[in-house]
């Protein structure tokens, strides 16, 4: 199969179906409510979906913990109706990635079902089931997992542990047993026969283990994380995958790489590997935060966030390929994050950050709603939070009492359920969303934050972002040109160049909320402004003014 490498060209746009659109009138979204919303997706230009899972799941973890892979949960739709979605998608130019969660399944799944119910049975051997300590009363070992809790659970009161490093119904798979490699590859054909076009790897830098099971040195978050993040056999388990299916198809990979550091990404991404086709790194949204767990939120600084970007731009450059992103389902909004969300600057600034990654060398995704510029949520109390991460780091607050007050403050803040509140089609009592109360808060600035007033409205985000697509259409400029840092010094103003062939295209960004001299702007003869979010073209920059020119 020859590979087009259609996704260099690509701009995907990720839906989370439980929020993105209630076809159905039960509160949740739904396939039939993605159905109706294509147009949409056209109109504002993208041509891929990546959507987050929808298989059958008990829903622990919002489907990241699937019960049975070649299903879809009911309240979603059905089988039939995802093929009609994939079908109606491609009649659009839209191609689709699926959310691929094999790191580990749902405890519901009849594998584990078996697995934990019979010593003898052939799915033990799918998991990771070791003997406790002390006859059984302590885990096997003192890992913890991603989610505040520890990474070990009790098979009832036999002796023995399954790993799962998130939430209790997400058991970890063993890939050490070539036949859970085998099930994955009839996992990954199943759905790519049916059409679609690619996988977005949930967690892949954790599925290979260190063997020796040790315990590690005390320390407050992801205790073991050195024997289970990239662990020792990844890039076999990732090339095997690779010449026993991808290379048979006109696919693309994109591994969610949590805590990889550049080089080990670019061992991921190097395509003469054949391992994947880019990945997720999280470098960036991590300079808000120490140690890289968001909930030890520190102040945003603009050059901490140069500093990464100029790292992974330089690092993959002629290597392997970026995936450029701002925001996704487990991340808050973008507004109010990397600047304001003030009323007075959310245009601004939303379409400032949107400029400032679009013209950085790699695949864009737009996390839906991100293109309206919505913010976090406007919950007022626990009870309105949904995520389990976020019920277990509150107990964890409520456990360990030196972290209560720190917890107290960003667990509102930092919760992913602030991405997660239904997509704000219009003004309506449940923004369009749904004709019922939804599954999660609306948040209340759906009055004048929506899809409908936006697409009336040509100076609204919305269109910003449809110039933003389309500008970069056959753009080989952004596709394939040098990237330069052009004030890495500066503290407020992001401005870089992107160059091939002697083309040349300068973005400039203001990040803060005054108006700022631009440093460059007598060095812009010859260059013409070819987008921008206010009207200017003299030598300040407004609060959260963006300005894009080009020299040909
Ligand atoms: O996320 C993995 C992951 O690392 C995040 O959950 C992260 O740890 C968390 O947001 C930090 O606070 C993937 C999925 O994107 C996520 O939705 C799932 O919950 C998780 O895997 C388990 O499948």
């Given at each position: 199969m020859k590979k087009t490498n259609w996704y260099k060209d690509a701009v995907i746009y990720q839906i989370y179906p439980r929020s993105f659109c209630d076809g159905n009138g039960d509160g949740l979204g739904d396939i039939p409510g993605i159905i109706s919303k294509l147009d949409y997706l056209k109109e504002l230009g993208v041509n891929c979906v990546w959507l987050s899972p929808v298989y059958d799941s008990p829903q622990e973890d919002n489907g990241y913990d699937i019960s049975n892979y070649r299903d879809i949960y009911k309240p979603f739709g059905t089988l039939e109706n995802f093929k009609v979605m994939l079908d109606e998608m491609h009649k659009r130019g839209i191609r689709l990635i699926m959310d691929l969660v094999v790191n580990h399944t749902s405890s519901e799944h009849p594998w584990f079902k078996s697995a934990i119910s019979d010593k003898n049975s052939p799915y033990r051997d799918y998991y990771i089931i070791k003997k406790g300590r002390k006859n059984g009363t302590k885990a096997p070992n003192n890992w913890s997992g991603f989610f505040g809790e520890g990474a070990w659970e009790r098979i009832g009161d036999s002796e023995d542990y399954y790993l799962r490093l998130f939430a209790k119904g997400q058991p970890d798979l063993n890939w050490e047993n070539p036949k859970v490699r085998e099930e994955v590859k009839d996992i990954l054909r199943y759905w790519l026969d049916m059409g679609v076009d690619g996988f977005r790897c949930d967690v892949i830098t954790l599925i290979s283990k260190d063997q020796r099971f040790k315990s590690v040195f005390p320390s407050l978050a992801l205790r073991g994380r050195k024997y289970f993040v990239n662990g020792p056999r990844l890039h076999e388990y990732l090339h095997e995958l690779y010449k026993d299916v991808y290379v048979n198809y006109d696919c693309m990979t994109v591994g969610?790489?949590?805590?990889?550091?550049l080089d080990q990404a670019r061992d991921l991404v190097i395509p003469e590997r054949e391992e994947l086709t880019m990945v997720f790194n999280f470098d960036h949204t991590d300079t808000?935060?120490?140690?890289?767990?968001?909930?030890f939120y520190k102040k945003f600084k603009l050059k901490n966030l140069k500093k990464v970007v100029n790292k992974w731009q330089h690092g993959l450059h002629g290597q392997g390929w970026n995936s450029l992103f701002i925001e996704n389902h487990d991340q808050r909004r973008c507004v109010g994050r990397?600047?304001?969300?003030?009323k007075e600057y959310r245009e601004a600034s939303s379409k400032m950050l949107g400029t400032t990654y679009f013209f950085l060398q790699g695949t864009p995704f737009i996390y839906e709603g991100q293109e309206l510029g919505m913010t976090n949520g406007d919950f007022e109390k626990l009870e309105d939070f949904v995520d389990v991460e976020t019920y277990n780091i509150h107990a964890l607050g409520e456990r360990i009492k030196i972290l209560k007050p720190f917890l107290k403050k960003t667990l509102f803040k930092c919760s992913r359920d602030n991405a997660r509140t239904p997509m704000q089609w219009d003004d309506s009592e449940y923004a369009g969303f749904s004709n019922v109360k939804p599954w999660i808060k609306v948040n209340k600035n759906k009055s004048f934050i929506n899809a409908k007033k936006e697409i009336e409205d040509q100076d609204s985000v919305f269109h910003y972002y449809q110039k933003l697509i389309s500008y970069r259409k056959g753009n080989e400029v952004i596709k394939e040109g040098n990237y330069i840092d052009l004030l890495p010094h500066s503290s407020k103003i992001y401005a870089y160049k992107r160059e091939l062939n002697g083309q040349e295209i300068i973005v400039v960004s203001n990040f803060t909320n005054k108006t700022v001299k631009n440093p460059l702007f007598n060095k812009?003869?010859?260059?013409?402004?070819?987008?921008?979010?206010?009207n200017n073209t003299n030598g300040t920059l407004e609060p959260f003014e963006t300005r894009v020119y080009q020299n040909y």
């Open positions: 969610e790489t949590v805590l990889s550091t808000d935060n120490h140690f890289g767990i968001k909930w990397f600047n304001t969300d003030d812009l003869n010859g260059y013409k402004l070819v987008l921008s979010n206010y």
